[in-house]
């Protein structure tokens, strides 16, 4: 039977298992929104307040579900406004893909309305990228699609489908399967020979990343940790790799890390990384006599930024099955005892006042294990990495590698969509201001979302480096009184808003709303000097 373009999209979503789209309509994609009206129920979409938020939003539910993200959006503004969210995924290695519209094959090239070449300026930012220029091909691209953006190591994929192949017609075989054409490299493992590096290491550091998270491994990664008698610590992506109250887990490691992690990783005889890619803001040196394990299921990540002493081509799971029959059960005592005397070394926040580690603290202890937690970017992203009690993985939804600001609503409203669980944002006044427009949606949905603005008047981040690079020359970066929270939240629909100045008042509000099961704001008003603490200069790293 022969089908639209537009048909044999919407058809092959519905056999991929696709439940949900987060998009905005254009006209290059009319036709496709027209097919998504024919099978109302079957795949639910999302209309979003913005591009970039539907991007945030799919990125949300595909770290939350483990599923691929669909994102769809028109040609011109409406493509380039997914630019960011793509490199966000990219960055974080999140399966996502996303389906833009375009002008008439026969208009390309012309600098037609609304044309922009969002396959070639996305580049840099995909896995890959396909221009349909063939209703014949379609099928076939969008099969590919989802195998290559959720294997190996995940990402986004682009499809640009100009407006004549949405409405061209050929013969839909809805039987396809993917057909991925790569060249596979392998590196042989010499798993005997890694576990005598293991064996014979005094001093043995699990180091976790995004890796561990993405391939659901984290009970491997304790069984590893319990058998060989080594800390574990991770990477800000690899937070929920296992939980906070694990007695291996020390921490997290990094520019804002805890002192006795980033102390130990360098003490470290051995550090065995996990799905880790030692960014800038991790570990960027190999200290002497100091013997690094790289498993990885990127080629390309391995020995890039960090020269290791052996390299490992595979999935978390995967290696840890195979090297543990030649593992040595041993007890690391002396090992311990050092850990146990650095990790006396951990900042502590003041356990006094409306501090934004009470804030966070008093947050868990009002809320359930299998809450979705989102955050924004600055510096309550970092409190909420170092105070937040997490326990069940994927639960930690942030930007990470791209550190991109307004990410966090719509990722809380993905990750409450795909899991049905509640979610909470934990955001800044800055990143809030950017993206608050996904509010309507979250109110329409009657989503169960509280929000919890850490309201410092600044640019937080920005103005702790100003004030331990730049001598105090605060510029650009005060933004207080700009909005009044409380009542855009009530604009929006949200029919419970507050604004707090104490710590008391914060925790009889979270009592209160206990419960919650609809969007709820509090504007927390704290101090414009509080820091992220520890901070590591960055070419210390």
């Known amino acids: 039977m022969k089908y639209t373009g537009a048909k044999i999209l919407v058809e092959s979503l519905q056999k991929l298992g696709v439940e949900c789209i987060f998009g905005y309509p254009g006209g290059s994609i009319l036709d496709i929104y027209e097919e998504l009206y024919k099978v109302k129920g079957k795949i639910k979409h999302y209309l979003m307040s913005s591009e970039q938020g539907a991007t945030f939003a799919g990125d949300g539910y ?237 080629l390309v990540e391995l020995d890039k930024n960090v020269k290791c002493d052996y390299l490992i081509k595979s999935d978390i799971a995967t290696f840890l099955d195979n090297i543990k029959p030649y593992l040595n059960s041993k007890s690391n005592l002396e090992w311990w005892d050092e850990i146990n005397l650095q990790r006396q070394n951990d900042y502590v926040y003041n356990n006094d006042g409306f501090t934004p580690s009470n804030i966070i603290k008093s947050l868990a202890s009002n809320l359930r294990a299998d809450d979705i937690i989102a955050t924004d970017v600055g510096q309550h992203q970092l409190w909420t990495a170092q105070c937040y009690p997490f326990v069940k993985p994927k639960t930690f939804l942030t930007s990470c590698g791209l550190g991109a600001m307004g990410y966090g609503l719509g990722a809380c409203i993905g990750g409450v969509i795909a899991t049905g669980k509640r979610g909470v944002l934990v955001t800044g006044d800055g990143s809030f201001a950017m993206n608050n427009n996904e509010l309507a949606l979250a109110v329409e949905k009657k989503l169960p979302i509280l929000i919890i603005i850490m309201n410092n008047g600044a640019l937080g981040m920005v103005k702790q480096w100003q004030t331990e690079f730049y001598k105090k020359h605060y510029y650009g970066v005060n933004i207080g009184g700009r909005v009044d929270f409380e009542l855009l939240a009530k604009s929006y629909g949200v029919s419970k808003s507050y604004s707090v100045d104490s710590l008391q008042d914060f925790q009889k509000i979270l009592k209160d709303i206990k419960d919650f099961n609809y969007p709820v704001l509090i504007n927390c008003n704290i101090s414009s000097d509080e820091q992220v603490l520890p901070f590591v200069h960055p070419d210390k790293m």
Do not use: W
């Open 62 to 298: 595909a770290r939350a579900s483990g599923k691929v993200g669909v994102v769809l959006a028109t040609s011109g503004p409406g493509a380039t406004n997914l630019v960011t969210g793509i490199a966000n995924s990219f960055l974080d290695s999140v399966p996502l893909v996303v389906i833009t519209g375009n002008v008439p094959t026969n208009k390309l090239g012309q600098d037609s309305f609304q044309e922009v070449d969002i396959y070639g300026i996305t580049m840099p930012v995909v896995k890959y990228s396909y221009l349909c220029k063939r209703v014949e091909d379609l099928e076939r691209i969008i099969i590919d699609s989802f195998e290559i953006a959720k294997s190996g190591r995940p990402g986004p994929v682009l499809i640009d489908i100009p407006k004549d192949i949405l409405t061209a017609k050929c013969e839909y075989n809805g039987n396809l399967t993917a057909k991925i054409h790569t060249k596979e490299v392998k590196i042989p493992t010499d798993y005997e020979k890694v576990a005598e590096m293991i064996n014979q290491s005094k001093k043995p550091f699990i180091y976790c990343g995004g890796g561990v998270v993405n391939n659901n491994c984290g009970e491997k990664v304790e069984k590893l940790a319990e058998l060989i008698d080594a800390p574990i610590a991770c990477t800000m992506m690899g937070k929920t790799a296992v939980p906070y109250d694990c007695k291996y887990n020390i921490g997290m490691t990094g520019m804002h890390g805890n002192v006795g992690a980033n102390n130990l990783k360098n003490e470290a005889d051995l550090v065995i990384a996990l799905g880790v890619r030692f960014n800038d803001r991790t570990l960027r040196s190999k200290q002497c006599g100091q013997k690094i394990i790289q498993v990885d299921i990127d």
